[in-house]
């Protein structure tokens, strides 16, 4: 499964959604929200066409790669994905990166890990 890193990173921030008018206002646990998470904020409400807050399929249809992962980010199956459930999978999506990275390092190292 290949989904755009670009988009996963800017809407796979850690911010509640919110709707702060500058970077650095607090989000609602007080936290301050980052421009990156500002920007992943933007991304998706630009993304939600009838701003309900989710995104259907429909809305992601002109963006293949995340209409590809909406199955997997569609966590409660709703047929909707909302930007707690993005926030989710990309969390995921870059851990299983992260692990197959270090995995080709090993190999390429030498240090191969063999797993049971």
């Not at 989710?54 to 790669?65: A, C, D, I, Q, W």
Request: hydrophobic letters at 45%; proline letters at 5%; glycine letters at 6%.
């Amino acid at each position: 499964m290949k989904i755009s890193l670009a988009l996963l990173a800017a809407l796979g921030c850690t911010a509640a959604l919110a709707n702060p008018s500058v970077a650095g206002a607090p989000a609602q646990d007080g936290a301050p929200i980052s421009k990156g998470e500002i920007k992943a904020m933007q991304q998706f409400k630009m993304l939600d066409f009838n701003g309900d807050g989710k995104l259907s399929r429909s809305e992601v249809v002109l963006f293949p790669p995340l209409s590809a992962a909406f199955d997997d980010a569609d966590t409660n199956r709703d047929n909707l994905v909302s930007y707690a459930e993005v926030q989710v999978f990309a969390v995921k999506y870059r851990a299983e990166r992260q692990r197959k990275r270090a995995a080709q390092a090993d190999v390429a190292s030498g240090n191969q890990v063999v797993k049971p």
